[in-house]
C-alpha cells in the first residue's frame, strides 16, 4: 500500500511536469470542451480533426493570437491537452481502482479510510479546478486567468504532498521523533514552499519570467521601480508581471534562508542522527532548485530549463513533506 501511495504521487508529479508544457507551449485551450469520459477518445479521422479545429478557431486565443494556424500546428498543442487531460483520468482510476480493491478486501485501517477517501475527493475537485481553469480563456480572454492556474496548480501539489505524508507514514521507523522546535521549523519551511510555488503559478500564469531576465538585479535594480504602478495596490501582487516576479524572487530568499536555519537547527539539536542528514540534502535541493530559477531566467525560460525548475520544485516539496513526517512519525501511523 505504501509504494502504491508512492506510485500515485509520482503520477500527481508527472501531471504537474505535463501540465507545465502545456502550459509552455500555449495548448491549454485547445480542446474548448469538458467531457470527462467520451473526451478520453482523441480525434481518430481528418474529418474529427477538422471539427475540434473548428471549435477552436471560435475562441479569442486563434482569432487574436493564432489566426491562420495550420492543422498540423493545432494537433501540436492538441496532443499537449488531450495527454494531460489523459494522465489525469488515468492518475484517477490508479486511485480508486486499488482503493476500492483494499477497502473490499479489509486490507484498510480504520484510521486510514477518511485520509484516502480525502485524497481521492481532492483528485475529483482537481478535474473541476482544471476546466474552471481553462474556461476562463475560452470567452473574453486569449489566456487562462493566472488566479485559476495558480489555484489549480497549488492543489496539485498539496494532493501529491498528501499521498507523500500518507505513504511516509506507513514506513517503519527507527528513528525517535525530533525536537518539537526542528518539528515546527520544517513545517514552516514546508509552507514556505507550498507557498513559492503559488507564486510561481502566478508568474507561469503573466508570463512573467519572458521580462526581466536579469540577475542579481532586476530591471537594473536591486529594488526595481514601478512594483505599485496599479491601483488598488492588491492588483499588483497579482497581476503586474514585474511584482509578481519579484515577489516569487523574494520568496526564493526566503526558502533559501528557512532551509539554512533549519539545517544548523537540526545539525545542534539532533547531530548524527538520519534528520540532521536529510536537512542537510534538503538543503542542497532547496539551493539546487534557485540555481535551476535563475538559470530558467537568464535564458528566459526555454521549455527544458522551465520544466526542470518545475519539476524541481516538486522534488523539493516532496523531500521536505516526507522530511516533516519521518521527524513526528511513530511507526505505522498517518
Known amino acids: 500500500m505504501r509504494y502504491w501511495l508512492y506510485f500515485i ?40 480533426w477538422l471539427e475540434e479545429f473548428a471549435k477552436y478557431k471560435l475562441i479569442p486565443e486563434y482569432q487574436e493570437i493564432n489566426k491562420g494556424m495550420s492543422l498540423d500546428a493545432f494537433k501540436f498543442i492538441y496532443w499537449w491537452e488531450w495527454g494531460h487531460r489523459f494522465l489525469g483520468r488515468f492518475v484517477g482510476l490508479a486511485f480508486a481502482l486499488p482503493l476500492a480493491f483494499f ?43 493566472q488566479y485559476r492556474l495558480a489555484v489549480h496548480l497549488t492543489l496539485a501539489c498539496v494532493i501529491f504532498a498528501y499521498a507523500i505524508w500518507l505513504a511516509r507514514g506507513l514506513a517503519p521507523h527507527t528513528t525517535e521523533p525530533a525536537s518539537r ?27 512573467a519570467g519572458l521580462a526581466f531576465n536579469t540577475w542579481p538585479k532586476m530591471d537594473g535594480a536591486w529594488w526595481p521601480s514601478g512594483l505599485h504602478a496599479m491601483e488598488p495596490l492588491w492588483r499588483n501582487y ?48 532547496v539551493a539546487a532548485q534557485a540555481m535551476l530559477g535563475i538559470i530558467t531566467l537568464v535564458l528566459a525560460v526555454p521549455l527544458d530549463w522551465a520544466l526542470f525548475h518545475q519539476g524541481g520544485a516538486v522534488v523539493v516539496l516532496g523531500f521536505a513533506v516526507a522530511h516533516l513526517r519521518g521527524m513526528r512519525a511513530t511507526a505505522q501511523r498517518v
Open 9 to 48: 504521487a509520482f503520477l500527481v508529479a508527472m501531471m504537474v511536469i505535463v501540465g507545465g508544457a502545456t502550459r509552455l507551449t500555449d495548448s491549454g485551450l485547445s480542446i474548448t470542451e469538458w467531457k470527462p469520459l467520451l473526451g478520453a477518445i482523441p480525434p481518430i479521422s481528418e474529418a474529427h
Open 103 to 145: 477497502w473490499i478486501t479489509g486490507r484498510l485501517n480504520a484510521h486510514l479510510k477518511p485520509r484516502l477517501v480525502l485524497l481521492l475527493v481532492l483528485g475529483g475537485l482537481q478535474g473541476a479546478i482544471g476546466w474552471w481553469m481553462v474556461a476562463s480563456g475560452l470567452v473574453d480572454r486569449t489566456d487562462v486567468s
Open 181 to 207: 522546535g526542528s518539528s515546527r521549523t520544517a513545517a514552516i519551511l514546508v509552507g514556505l514552499i507550498l507557498f513559492q510555488i503559488y507564486l510561481g503559478a502566478l508568474v507561469a500564469g503573466l508570463n
Open 238 to 285: 497579482f497581476e503586474s508581471p514585474k511584482t509578481v516576479q519579484f515577489v516569487h524572487r523574494l520568496g526564493a530568499y526566503l526558502v533559501l534562508i528557512a532551509a539554512f536555519v533549519h539545517m544548523i537547527q537540526l545539525l545542534r539539536s539532533e547531530a548524527g542522527t538520519r534528520h540532521a542528514r536529510r536537512g542537510l540534502v534538503l538543503m542542497a535541493l
